[in-house]
């Protein structure tokens, strides 16, 4: 394996470009932490632009694998790394990437789950990462994160999602106003999550395409937005039980849309 670059400083350029991607000050570059993320970034052939590393990380194979990514492979000493890193105890690895490339267009097909999830004002990230991660899971390719929504390309929601936000369609700063002409177009029927709805989630046909509308954590869909969908699901519970976590109740509604189209 090659001799990295050494830094020493820590007003090097590199390492104040770094914190700058980490804190959300460079909109065309993400800030990936951790071996595992780094893994999935590998997988989904993300561009890389360069990788910081501590000593104690330069034996890991992980590193033949980002040679072949980038030349720009530095070494630090643990207590510079730490300066960089967004984690309380990093594991010493560090890559800046290419932000994905936002897209607009719907893309469904007869092979995935025939939906697209429309998330409305979701601004914590660890929960808009674990909601991405589920999506993914459940067979979703589309996903569209409305304006005032947290960044799904933050560290915060890129450790949630596990690297599922490499790898879906991902449009953000939408308006709830778009959602009529982009159904419209794409032939899609509308549907929107609500705890005061009257329709389970289980009573619905799930396999014509769908929207499916999930509002904030805090105040769900407001009464102008639940005007204008299709239809309103809630998923019932137990007296007493006032709501579940955002992720959870995602995962269950779209596992039924999985299972109907399985």
Known sequence: MQEFEPIKSRDNRRLV??????????????????????EEALRS???????????EFLD???????????????????????????????QGIVLIARRPSPSRKIEISDSQLRLVLYLSEISNPSNLGAVLRTAEAAGVTNVM?????????????LRASMG???????????????????????????????????????????KPARMLVIGSEAHGLSPEQKETLDEL???PMANGVESLNLAVSVGVILFEA???NS
């Open 164 to 206: 599922s936000a490499f790898r879906l369609n991902i449009s953000t700063g939408s308006e709830f106003t778009d959602i009529p002409k982009l159904t419209t177009e794409s032939h899609l029927l509308t549907l929107g999550a609500d705890a005061n709805a009257t329709i389970s989630y289980t009573d619905i046909d799930w």
């Open 60 to 90: 890991d194979p992980v590193l033949k694998d980002l040679e072949k990514q980038t030349s720009s492979i530095a070494a630090l000493q643990e207590k510079l790394f730490d300066s960089i890193a967004d984690t309380d105890s990093p």
């Open 145 to 157: 994160i409305s304006k005032n929504s947290a960044d799904p390309f933050s560290p915060k929601a």
């Open 233 to 235: 699901v809630c998923i």
């Open 258 to 260: 999985k299972r109907q």
């Open 45 to 55: 052939r993300l561009e890389i632009v360069e990788c910081f590393v501590s000593d």
């Open 17 to 38: 470009n770094a914190r700058k991607v980490r804190d959300g000050k460079v909109t065309d570059l993400i800030f990936i932490e951790g071996k595992r993320l780094v």
